[in-house]
């Protein structure tokens, strides 16, 4: 899968997000089983991939030092587990979740790695997004900005043989949707038929607005050099 593919599988993901329940894993099946069954193939026969979307259409759980960690992508080679790759696509509300993805990510990841396994981790973020009230209104527009994006340019610069909460590699891949009126477009309803509407006939592009000087631990906005990088490392273990 190349680029232009994965933001293609971004694409899917998203619209069938909008297809469905909040709470449904039918983003995740498009998503999680595109990038697995990715690994899968550029890996061969000696390992197994478990995730959704792929073989059985579960996800695999490792052993960390603290708890079992249910992981989105499991890889084991000759039935031993040797890493897990996380997936997150945030979708609205970013602003009021964006240190707790970031604690999440550093707690899940040094639970597994202090087991002595392997972790990776990919984020998508539109560059846009809705933030709801509890009554599904948009009350603002979430606009990814360089302060979002600092503590990530210092967690790339991270030895990662040293420090066990950094992923191995990290995947941000930051997208931009076809623009909407804000005037027009003020509830979860109104944005789901917009963006339903939209984003199957005008693609999903990556983001130019987010740049800096990231460290080899995180790979910006491209997807082949992540995987890439990955299936290496995965090869060497």
Request: net charge positive; proline share 3%; hydrophobic share 30%.
């Amino acid at each position: 899968m190349n680029n232009a593919q994965f933001l293609q599988t971004v694409k899917k993901s998203f619209n069938k997000f909008l297809e469905t329940h909040p709470r449904s894993n039918k983003k995740l099946i498009v998503l999680h089983g595109a990038i697995a069954n990715d690994i899968k193939n550029r890996l061969g026969q000696e390992y197994d991939v478990r995730s959704l979307g792929i073989g059985n259409n579960k996800e695999g759980k490792m052993d960390g030092r603290y708890m079992k960690k249910t992981v989105d992508i499991l890889i084991s080679k000759n039935e031993k587990d040797i890493a897990g790759i996380g997936v997150k696509f945030v979708m609205n509300n970013y602003s009021q979740n964006s240190n707790n993805y970031f604690e999440n990510m550093l707690g899940e990841t040094a639970n597994i790695r202090t087991n002595n396994k392997e972790y990776f981790q990919i984020l998508i973020l539109p560059e846009e997004m809705p933030y709801y009230n509890d009554d599904g209104k948009i009350t603002k527009w979430d606009k990814i900005s360089s302060h979002n994006i600092d503590k990530y340019i210092i967690l790339s610069k991270d030895k990662t043989e040293r420090y066990l909460h950094t992923p191995i590699k990290t995947l941000l891949f930051i997208i931009k949707f076809p623009s909407c009126n804000h005037g027009i477009i003020t509830t979860r309803s109104k944005y789901k038929r917009y963006y339903l509407n939209k984003t199957h006939n005008i693609p999903v592009q990556i983001s130019t607005g987010i740049s800096g000087s990231f460290g080899n631990a995180i790979v910006l906005n491209n997807y082949e050099i992540f995987i890439e990088k990955t299936i290496h490392y995965l090869k060497s273990i």
